[in-house]
């Protein structure tokens, strides 16, 4: 594994680079680990899938504090990339050392308050997000919700020194890494979730006994919290190796540090909370159309496969705003301009191209995952449709949301996400999925609906994602992000 860091921002090459090369040149170990992790999402879900219904649904309903989680751990990431990247292209290795320091001490410490929060609210979460009468699904979440707390320092860690590495233009060391994270995490699953039984694969051609502990989506959690301690300490030891240097220790962070970083990252994070409670609301209506259950565990699966089609996306949403922030430390914003957009094109060209065959294939692809359960399957197949039809949209918003926190810019975005999900989606969910007159509360009863049912939530959500595809990229041309002080 190189620990060299090549300079892919060198002024010298800024009058006459093609910026499809810079870019790409940043993004595809970005992109190579995207698409490792979800695989490792879709084998997730083709284990649990195959678990009792109960599990389904718990895991779907765990999603919301789960996605809260890593949106607030790459928070905190987002904050080290804005100010490693911008004082590694100013060409100040001393400050970029100390605010990858700072932010590995800011990121513990949230890693192990995150940890008790969830593992405290566990249950009340689930009581509040799967429908009361399913007395199993609450009971299996509120087990998953506890094991899954136990890897949240790792988690936090993990995110935080790789977004310090994409600072200073170094993807392939995450992608190495986190890469050998994600195998653990599948070879775990594999002897965690289910009890011991005899394989066969290769159409049989010969068998084998597979030991198993049996544990269902505990066992996922569980496997999942070991895979990422491991991860966590690797990077620890391999990052004495680069131009970070060692980062290691237990001493509190500075208070000026933590003003610096936090100015960036607790707007991403109250972006990132924002998302997610409009989606722990939308869950909540789910919980209330007729298939709930089944709803709500098709929600997840259609996630699931919703990544393979962001999974580039996500990628050039990293090299953006690493390279973003470069260039402005390199005093280029017309370079940052330039990046941001080639990237952006890039990821919904990509996206296009992997949302067409998915629109199709999506029959197909739910029952591999969730086996024979026709109803949940096609709630998820008419879910993943309407994503398809407004996904390269929200690329681009994907995409240019990176680049704007890779200036240290994360209020604008967090307005946009307020907009898009609670003022348009939360509204357009309820008057779409209830009728009206439904008792919503006691003291709330619906004045107005269409009574769709879950079809009437996922048209709002659909929606709603394009909607983000217009809105971020409108702002980012503005150019504000480019006066952005960090």
């Not at 394009?466 to 503005?478: E, N, S, T």
Request: hydrophobic share 55%; proline share 6%; with cysteine.
């Amino acid at each position: 594994m190189s620990t060299t860091v090549e300079r892919l921002d060198d002024p010298k090459l800024t009058g006459s680079e093609n910026p499809n090369v810079v870019v790409w040149k940043l993004a595809w170990p970005a992109v190579a680990l995207n698409s490792l992790q979800v695989i490792n999402q879709l084998l997730d879900r083709g284990f649990i899938g195959h678990l009792p219904p109960s599990a389904l649904t718990a895991h779907g309903g765990a999603i919301n504090v789960m996605f809260l989680m890593f949106s607030l751990a790459v928070a905190v990431a987002t904050g080290a990339t804005a100010l490693v990247s911008r004082a590694f292209g100013a060409g100040d290795p001393a400050e970029y050392r100390l605010a990858s320091r700072q932010a590995i001490r800011i990121a513990i410490m949230c890693g192990f308050v995150m940890a008790v929060v969830t593992a405290l609210t566990g249950p009340i979460v689930a009581r509040t997000v799967l429908p009361a009468t399913d007395h199993e699904s609450i009971h299996v979440m509120m087990q998953f919700l506890l094991v899954y707390a136990s890897s949240l320092p790792a988690i936090y860690i993990i995110q935080t020194l790789a977004g310090s590495l994409r600072g200073i233009g170094d993807t392939k060391s995450p992608m190495y890494i986190s890469g050998l994270q994600i195998l653990s995490h599948m070879a775990l699953n594999c002897f965690l979730i289910f009890p011991t039984h005899v394989v066969s694969p290769w159409g049989g051609l010969f068998s084998f006994v597979l030991p198993g502990a049996n544990m269902g989506l505990v066992g996922a959690g569980t496997s999942l919290s070991i895979s990422s301690c491991g991860s966590a300490i690797a990077y620890l030891v391999f990052v004495k190796r680069t131009p970070l240097g060692s980062l290691w220790g237990l001493q509190l962070p500075e208070v000026s540090w933590v003003i610096r970083i936090l100015k960036i990252a607790l707007p991403a994070a109250l972006m990132a909370t924002l998302r997610v409670l409009s989606l722990t609301v939308f869950t909540i209506i789910l919980a209330m159309v007729p298939n709930a259950s089944t709803a709500i565990g098709a929600m997840s699966t259609a996630f699931a496969i919703e990544s393979v089609m962001f999974m580039p996306s996500f990628g050039l949403s990293v090299a953006a705003g690493a390279l973003v922030g470069q260039s402005l430390g390199m005093k280029r914003p017309d370079r940052a301009e330039r990046l941001g957009w080639t990237a952006a094109n890039h990821g919904a060209i990509v996206t296009f191209l992997l949302a067409v065959p998915i629109f199709f294939l999506a029959p197909a692809i739910g029952s591999a995952l969730l086996g024979d359960k026709p109803l949940m399957v096609s709630e998820a197949v008419t879910l993943i449709r309407y994503l398809c039809l407004t996904e390269t949209l929200f690329a681009y918003a994907m995409v240019v949301i990176g680049a704007m926190q890779g200036a240290g810019d994360t209020v604008r975005p967090m307005w946009i996400s307020l907009f898009a999900l609670w003022g348009v989606r939360v509204p357009l969910a309820f008057f779409l999925a209830l009728p009206a007159g439904f008792l919503v509360f006691p003291w709330l009863r619906m004045p107005f609906g269409l009574g769709m049912g879950a079809n009437g939530a996922w048209i709002s959500m659909a929606l709603t994602q394009g909607l983000q595809g217009i809105l971020a990229p409108a702002f980012f041309k503005q150019g504000a992000w480019k006066t952005k002080k960090v």
